[in-house]
């Protein structure tokens, strides 16, 4: 029984503070996975015209063969986007993965992929072989796709209710972390410079280093330990890891009554997902949001920054520090939306960051049409280009994969990431390789496909997605219930169960009555 196992002084709320060692996992979670997916982002920015020339060197050398600046830029556009081919390989194989190794196992794991890719793209310049940078980037973007998953599936998992969000935004912050380390490491003085740029992009393998070495030493996720492996005595112990201040009793009770209310201990696949009519709603949220997210422009501008400063007119010299400025205010407007989140909800950072991000799209389209004749709209180009990073690090760049933890129970959830995952990629990959087309093709008036699309993301936020701040994650399948058409009773457990219940905190009884 619950008694036997736990202390009589642990019987009473759910800790709410944030204890040293959740804060710890949450950024070395992140420091070693997700800082580097918004690394790789950034890091081809730079250097770009350095490995486009490395292309054409080695095709003269190796094939006699001189390029055009059309198949150099599709060459680019390639290592650009190869990154997200490789995030959505690593999407479809997080269901499984999380299944079977658990979600701090798999993080674990996967650093390996950093380390291939790393060695891969800083040899490749001393090598000859451009073919070297691009698997490079596709491994590395297979170990993004796995932890911007797994890293949100994790601290959501071990986060106390009224802490989730502050630890779902960590991730956030960390990713704006990584595109401004590669911006300021990408300058001129530092190394932006032709000998060094392999060097640039391999860095990646320093900060996954330092996860492999401490990350092992934290506990597994409690709900994957108790609900997925019914091992309480190791759910007790990594809760009393987390909680040292609080009890836990009340939390276990709240994961049973979770277990009790699904259909099947057995973790639903993708296709079951999208089939259970239980969760139509959620599945999709998380496809409007995770596309919403991508398409909204910011992975334009995150790609091809300096392409967008010289076409607003902003002098060569000046435009890598531009950039660099950029990235600093991605970082305050991410600490800025992971410190407010638990305060104002997800709603409102949601709403307000895509709606200002498709106001400063607009602007973007406009002040480029007009700086002919007014020369001071490159300067409003410029802080339209502010404004979108600003707006979409403050709600859009982690509500999204901390929504996709909320909205869904413990034998949904790694479908559904792999879902979001997925959607979220290859919209990715959609925008890193037509980009440069879309604006020769559109000019300015492709940013304003991207201000629709911000626009309609709010408007859904708005008459659809409830707020999910303080909510157990079986209150929010609930609120989910009469928009699927499905009686709260049915998402509750009531007399007969079609699982094997938990005798008291022990052991797993007999399928039938409780």
């Not at 619950?2 to 060692?21: G, Q, W, Y």
């Not at 802080?383 to 994969?401: D, E, H, L, T």
Request: aromatic letters at 10%; charged letters at 15%; a neutral charge.
């Amino acid at each position: 029984m619950a008694e036997e196992l736990l202390p009589n002084d642990d019987v009473s709320k759910i800790s709410s503070h944030l204890t040293k060692p959740l804060l710890a996992v949450a950024f070395l979670a992140s420091f070693g996975s997700s800082m580097l997916y918004g690394f790789n982002l950034a890091v081809v920015n730079s250097p770009a015209q350095y490995i486009k020339d490395f292309y054409n060197e080695t095709l003269v050398e190796s094939y006699d063969f001189t390029p055009d600046e059309e198949l150099l830029t599709v060459l680019y556009s390639l290592t650009v986007s190869i990154f997200a081919v490789g995030g959505m390989t690593g999407a479809l194989l997080v269901g499984r993965l999380v299944t079977t190794y658990g979600r701090k196992g798999t993080l674990v794991r996967a650093t390996v992929l950093v380390f291939i890719g790393g060695l891969l793209m800083g040899f490749s310049r001393a090598c000859r072989m451009p073919a070297m940078v691009i698997v490079g980037r596709f491994i590395t973007g297979v170990h993004s796709g796995i932890s911007l998953s797994v890293v949100p599936m994790y601290l959501g998992e071990i986060a106390p209710k009224n802490l989730r969000g502050f630890l779902g935004l960590v991730p956030s912050i960390h990713i704006c972390l990584g595109v401004f380390v590669a911006q300021v490491l990408g300058l001129s003085e530092l190394l932006g410079k032709e000998e060094h740029w392999p060097l640039l992009l391999s860095l990646v393998v320093f900060p996954t280093m330092v996860q492999l070495m401490l990350l092992p030493w934290f506990p597994e996720s409690p709900r994957y330990l108790l609900i997925e492996k019914g091992n309480v005595h190791a759910t007790i112990a990594a809760l009393k890891w987390y909680r040292t201040k609080g009890n836990i009793q009340a939390e276990v009770e709240e994961m049973q009554e979770e277990q009790r209310s699904l259909s099947s201990i057995e973790t639903i696949s993708v296709r079951g997902l999208l089939k259970d009519r239980c969760v139509r709603w959620q599945v999709i949220t998380i496809i409007v949001v995770n596309i919403g997210m991508q398409l909204s422009g910011i992975d334009a501008i995150w790609f091809y920054t300096n392409d967008i400063f010289n076409n607003a007119g902003i002098p060569e010299p000046y435009i890598q520090y531009t950039t660099v400025g950029t990235g600093a205010i991605e970082v305050i407007s991410g600490m800025l939306g992971c410190f407010t989140i638990e305060r104002v909800g997800r709603r409102p950072l949601m709403i307000g960051g895509f709606l200002f991000m498709g106001l400063c799209c607009l602007g973007i389209t406009v002040s480029v049409l007009f700086q002919a004749q007014l020369s001071f709209m490159r300067y409003i180009s410029v802080g339209c280009v502010v404004g979108i990073i600003a707006g979409f690090c403050i709600g859009p760049a982690g509500v999204p994969f901390l929504i996709t933890a909320e909205l869904f129970k413990q034998s949904h959830r790694p479908a559904a990431y792999t879902v979001a995952g997925c959607l979220n990629w290859l919209s990715n990959f959609t925008i890193g390789f037509i980009f440069p087309f879309l604006e020769m093709t559109m000019g300015p008036y492709c940013y304003l496909l991207f201000c629709a699309i911000c626009l309609g993301v709010a408007l859904y936020t708005i008459f659809i997605i409830p707020e999910t701040k303080n909510k157990t994650f079986m209150e929010i399948s609930q609120m989910f219930a009469s928009r699927n058409n499905i009686d709260k009773e049915e998402l509750t457990p009531n007399g007969h169960l079609k699982m094997a219940v938990m005798n008291g905190y022990g052991t797993l009884g007999q399928f039938g009555e409780r």
